[in-house]
């Protein structure tokens, strides 16, 4: 037996021995309070009582402190050992605590649901099941097409990432679109593209307008119009780009919009070439 499992052996068996004097001191203090407090002639039963329970939390919290105090180094040995292992099990799951993390936000802030179109690391689809770990969409892709895939994400990217949710407010959306045009005649096609909007989005604009502006009061937002209008913009020098807002059924913003861009095109002369 080498010198320091010795003294290992004798700190364990002095520490044995402080700690038997110790539990024998205490409870026998012990009883000797509660004797003296249940045999006084001064005192009524409720103050005896009291005492009583005094006494009895007083030598334990005597006990606890005084084997903290004898077993302090083993005590700080096993504290280092217990935040060590915990510290290995928080990086080797740190991946798994994320994830369920952000499962945990997604059902306490109700960002989504199954059957919302959300957008979520450039990636648009249709929420198609919702797992503690992961969230599936099936992809939706240019044009406002589906693609047939299914996407998986883990929910760790909910913690990092902004997710957009296409059918907040449910029925129907206000739609952005982008038009390129000849800047010599851009006036022409502002007028062109306003016409097709106005043309399109008639049937359901009285609709839309009504259910946006309950979404707007349940949500003490201001009441905003929804009817198409067209702006301009410069993205570059020499070039010039047409935006329209409309309102569109919010699971057929793809219909809506290439209905409008063919409307566009008719009226500004481009017509499709018949088959040979």
Sequence with gaps: ???HSLMSDRDLLRNLIATAILVVVVFLARAVALRAVRRSAWASDQLTLRWSVQVRWGTFLVLVLGLVFVWAEELRTLAISVVAIAAAIVIATKELILCMSGSFLRATSNSFSIGDRIE????RGDVVDLRPLTTTV???GPGHRRTGRAVVFPNSVLMTAP???ETFTEAYVVHLITVPVDPGRWEAAETALQSAANAVCAPFLAEAETHMTKVARRHGLPVFGVEPKVSVQIPEAG???LLVR???PARDKGQTE????RRF???MGHTPREAS
């Design 265 to 267: 095109l008719e009226s």
């Design 239 to 241: 070039k010039v780009d």
């Design 120 to 123: 979520l690391e450039g990636v």
């Design 1 to 3: 037996m080498d010198f």
């Design 246 to 248: 409309v309102p569109t």
């Design 258 to 261: 290439q209905e409008i861009l």
């Design 163 to 165: 997710v957009v949710n």
């Design 138 to 140: 099936l992809e939706i």
